[in-house]
T-cell receptor, first 114, second 111 residues
Framework: DGGITQSPKYLFRKEGQNVTLSCEQN?????MYWYRQDPGQGLRLIYY???????QKGDIAEGYSVSREKKESFPLTVTSAQKNPTAFYLC?????????????FGNGTRLTVT | GQQLNQSPQSMFIQEGEDVSMNCTSS?????WLWYKQDPGEGPVLLIA?????ELTSNGRLTAQFGITRKDSFLNISASIPSDVGIYFC???????????FGKGTKLSVKP
């Protein structure tokens, strides 16, 4: 079945460590996205990528980095510079070539930094 | 910043009741989408709306794209316990604009 896979489901890190969240899709979608979700908040866009080797900052990119070396993969690194990294992180993809194509989400990674 | 106002923030209803929630904005949107998120999972697309005035159903769910293009509503008829979750509206303003999300409506259903 086609879909988006995020791993791991739960991640625990000590403050000051960088951590990388994985996102893989086999939907042949051009665009991929990373969102952050905090309790009682909507989803906030961190980074997005429309094509391989290209990505753009979203609304809250500070303290995060991404890469898009393959169409299927869009890993997110939460760096030690991110002041409040504990959150639920969601990866999504869409067919960018289709105007207003809806996003399809993975099942998220819950990151806890202590 | 957040540009979509979603209400209500939460709802507690009895099984069998109908539910209505909405999203409004001061800006015109070209697309409205409604998602449902179960606890610990990613949001799942329920309904997508692409034209002002469009009314679309998906089972017991009905959503409309407001004629002014500044609002949308979602109705759930005859609620059941598995309707529990957080419902998000989302919209795009341009032909390739990124989705903007509302803060969600948390629905609780008492059996």
């Amino acid at each position: 079945d086609g879909g988006i896979t995020q791993s791991p489901k739960y991640l625990f890190r000590k403050e000051g460590q960088n951590v990388t969240l994985s996102c893989e899709q086999n939907l042949n979608h051009d665009a991929m996205y990373w969102y952050r979700q905090d309790p009682g908040q909507g989803l906030r866009l961190i980074y997005y990528s429309q094509i391989v080797n290209d990505f753009q900052k979203g609304d809250i990119a500070e303290g995060y980095s991404v890469s898009r070396e393959k169409k299927e993969s869009f890993p997110l690194t939460v760096t030690s510079a991110q002041k409040n990294p504990t959150a639920f992180y969601l990866c999504a993809s869409s067919m960018w070539s289709r105007v207003n194509s809806p996003l399809h989400f993975g099942n998220g990674t819950r990151l806890t930094v202590t | 910043g957040q540009q979509l106002n979603q209400s209500p923030q939460s709802m507690f209803i009895q099984e069998g009741e109908d539910v209505s929630m909405n999203c409004t904005s001061s800006s015109i949107f070209n697309t409205w989408l409604w998602y449902k998120q179960d606890p610990g999972e990613g949001p799942v697309l329920l309904i997508a709306l692409y034209k002002a005035g469009e009314l679309t159903s998906n089972g017991r769910l009905t959503a409309q794209f407001g004629i002014t293009r500044k609002d949308s509503f979602l109705n759930i008829s005859a609620s059941i316990p598995s309707d529990v979750g957080i419902y998000f509206c989302a919209g795009t303003k341009g032909s390739q604009g990124n989705l903007i999300f509302g803060k969600g409506t948390k629905l609780s259903v008492k059996p």
